[in-house]
């Protein structure tokens, strides 16, 4: 592709993400996979580029909406990539002269006026949650857990994720890693997985043979800590009451050496259905899966059989993903004031839900890929204030570290209840996971 080529599709791709982000459809990701499958003729090194721009056109946008407000008087669709381009990108500018049938359509009238107003801008005025491109229904609660340290925690959110794999050690030791050393230029482990490895360079892992054989995942570290951290044991009857795609019922699977058993239950039916398919090539026997409805009724009907019963209960909830900022930047304006609480009571229902099916003796473990205490350390506090005649306490993650095959270096909290563990990308290098560990006293 020309240049222009490639400035036209980066325009038109962020104009469909803009879109969606309006509302709150598909996410970034699976716009731009789906940008590429119907236009076959953009070959790999179009691809690249135009994905970067929009990655990077996401990692400051709440800047140029910012810039936007301070501009507009008539709305016009291509404006925010505009302004990107025109702060960040000038010379490509140029390109929008209408020279060729492939660069973008020249600029209106409207567009040519907002753009040189852009070019006096005052960017130093801008606040704060434009500069940390932090959406202002977030910026309270990160302010709470990051009092000082705010800008360093955001930068790194602005960040790319790496590239974490977990060996599924049903299936192959750890050595497995060093057939990827030719291919592959910086590969090292995890910090604190013992089954984890970290990519730094591009890696298509789907093509890789030891990926097709279920001898390795994908998992970013936060979560292969999280599973850990449930401390399972051969021969447990444990619930995963969110299972999603299934990805901490493989791992507690593989930690359990495929002995007792799991219960993935989740909502859709398509997440489960890949969680079968993952468990299938992974060699993973002691996984079932639990499809729930979503009337409150049928679904507590259904979940009766386990009342009581499960060793160990674990809740992934759905949460905003602020955690997962650096994989998918536009989650940061898929949510507001109004969805916040929406969440947060389903994040209450969830964990009250999840407490009934654990047996005396069993432990309840909350987590999310969030970093707001709104979602996490004030759920963990109105569980524990609701709950106490009912024989539960929190258990210091340390101590329950110490009972896993873990690092023996136990990462300091970023929690505001310190007996949690909240990892964050710039003190962690992981992405930012909280966990919270319960257990029911016996009697």
Same mark, same amino acid.
């Given at each position: 592709?020309?240049?222009?080529?490639?400035?036209?599709?980066?325009? !038109?791709?962020?104009?469909?993400?803009?879109?969606?982000?309006?509302?709150?459809?598909?996410?970034?990701?699976?716009?731009?996979?789906?940008?590429?499958?119907?236009?076959?003729?953009?070959?790999?090194?179009?691809?690249?580029?135009?994905?970067?721009?929009?990655?990077?056109?996401?990692?400051?946008?709440?800047?140029?909406?910012?810039?936007?407000?301070?501009?507009?008087?008539?709305?016009?669709?291509?404006?925010?990539? *505009?302004?990107?381009?025109?702060?960040?990108?000038?010379?490509?500018?140029?390109?929008?002269?209408? @020279?060729?049938?492939?660069?973008?359509?020249?600029?209106?009238?409207? $567009?040519?006026?907002?753009?040189?107003?852009?070019?006096?801008?005052?960017?130093?005025?801008?606040?704060?949650?434009?500069?940390?491109?932090?959406?202002?229904?977030?910026?309270?609660?990160?302010?709470?857990?990051?009092?000082? @340290?705010?800008?360093? !925690?955001?930068?790194?959110?602005?960040?790319?994720?790496?590239?974490?794999?977990?060996?599924?050690? *049903?299936?192959?030791?750890?050595?497995?890693?060093?057939?990827?050393?030719?291919?592959?230029?910086?590969?090292?482990?995890?910090?604190?997985?013992?089954?984890?490895?970290?990519?730094?360079? /591009?890696?298509?892992?789907?093509?890789?043979?030891?990926?097709?054989?279920?001898?390795?995942?994908?998992?970013? !570290?936060?979560?292969?800590?999280?599973?850990? *951290?449930?401390?399972?044991?051969?021969?447990?009857?444990?619930?995963?009451?969110?299972?999603?795609?299934?990805?901490?019922?493989?791992?507690?699977?593989?930690?359990?050496?495929?002995?007792?058993?799991?219960?993935?239950?989740?909502?859709?039916?398509?997440?489960?259905? !890949?969680?079968?398919?993952?468990?299938?090539?992974?060699?993973?026997?002691?996984?079932?899966?639990?499809?729930? /409805?979503?009337?409150?009724?049928?679904?507590?009907?259904?979940?009766?059989?386990?009342?009581?019963? @499960?060793?160990?209960?674990?809740?992934?909830?759905?949460?905003?993903?602020?955690?997962?900022?650096?994989?998918?930047?536009?989650?940061?304006?898929?949510?507001?004031?109004?969805?916040?609480?929406?969440?947060?009571?389903?994040?209450?229902?969830?964990?009250?839900?999840?407490?009934?099916?654990?047996?005396?003796?069993?432990?309840?473990?909350?987590?999310?890929?969030?970093?707001?205490?709104?979602?996490? $350390?004030?759920?963990?506090?109105?569980?524990?204030?609701?709950?106490?005649?009912?024989?539960?306490?929190?258990?210091?993650?340390?101590?329950?570290?110490? $009972?896993?095959?873990?690092?023996?270096?136990?990462?300091?909290?970023?929690? *505001?209840?310190?007996?949690?563990?909240?990892?964050?990308?710039?003190?962690?290098?992981?992405?930012?996971?909280?966990?919270?560990?319960?257990?029911? $006293?016996?009697?």
């Amino acid at each position: 592709m020309l240049p222009g080529a490639r400035l036209a599709a980066f325009i !038109e791709l962020a104009c469909e993400i803009e879109r969606s982000i309006a509302c709150r459809a598909r996410p970034a990701d699976l716009l731009v996979n789906q940008y590429f499958r119907s236009r076959r003729y953009a070959g790999s090194k179009d691809r690249k580029a135009i994905t970067a721009y929009i990655y990077e056109y996401l990692r400051c946008r709440e800047l140029l909406v910012w810039a936007q407000s301070q501009l507009v008087v008539q709305e016009t669709e291509r404006l925010l990539p *505009l302004l990107f381009l025109t702060r960040y990108y000038p010379d490509l500018m140029e390109l929008l002269d209408g @020279s060729s049938q492939y660069s973008p359509e020249v600029l209106d009238e409207v $567009e040519a006026e907002l753009v040189h107003k852009s070019l006096d801008l005052d960017w130093s005025k801008a606040p704060m949650e434009a500069t940390l491109n932090t959406p202002i229904w977030a910026l309270h609660g990160l302010l709470k857990r990051f009092p000082s @340290s705010i800008s360093t !925690e955001m930068l790194a959110m602005n960040m790319p994720a790496f590239f974490d794999i977990r060996v599924n050690t *049903l299936k192959a030791s750890m050595n497995i890693i060093y057939q990827f050393k030719e291919s592959v230029q910086c590969i090292e482990k995890t910090n604190f997985s013992s089954v984890g490895v970290r990519v730094k360079t /591009p890696l298509n892992l789907g093509a890789h043979d030891t990926y097709k054989k279920g001898q390795i995942e994908v998992q970013d !570290e936060a979560a292969q800590i999280a599973s850990a *951290l449930i401390a399972p044991q051969p021969g447990m009857k444990i619930i995963d009451l969110c299972a999603g795609a299934g990805g901490k019922s493989l791992t507690v699977s593989s930690i359990m050496n495929n002995s007792g058993k799991i219960i993935a239950c989740d909502i859709s039916e398509h997440r489960l259905a !890949e969680a079968k398919k993952r468990a299938v090539r992974g060699g993973h026997s002691n996984i079932t899966t639990c499809l729930l /409805p979503e009337d409150r009724v049928q679904r507590d009907d259904m979940l009766a059989q386990y009342k009581g019963a @499960s060793d160990r209960v674990f809740i992934d909830s759905p949460c905003t993903g602020t955690g997962t900022w650096r994989r998918s930047p536009d989650q940061r304006w898929r949510f507001n004031s109004d969805t916040l609480a929406e969440i947060t009571e389903m994040q209450r229902s969830l964990l009250l839900e999840g407490a009934n099916l654990v047996k005396a003796g069993g432990r309840l473990i909350y987590m999310t890929c969030s970093m707001l205490p709104q979602e996490n $350390e004030d759920i963990v506090k109105q569980f524990l204030e609701g709950q106490s005649c009912f024989g539960w306490k929190l258990l210091d993650y340390r101590t329950v570290w110490r $009972e896993t095959d873990l690092s023996d270096r136990i990462p300091a909290t970023a929690a *505001l209840i310190p007996e949690t563990l909240q990892l964050t990308p710039a003190q962690h290098e992981t992405d930012g996971f909280y966990i919270a560990i319960f257990q029911r $006293e016996e009697g």
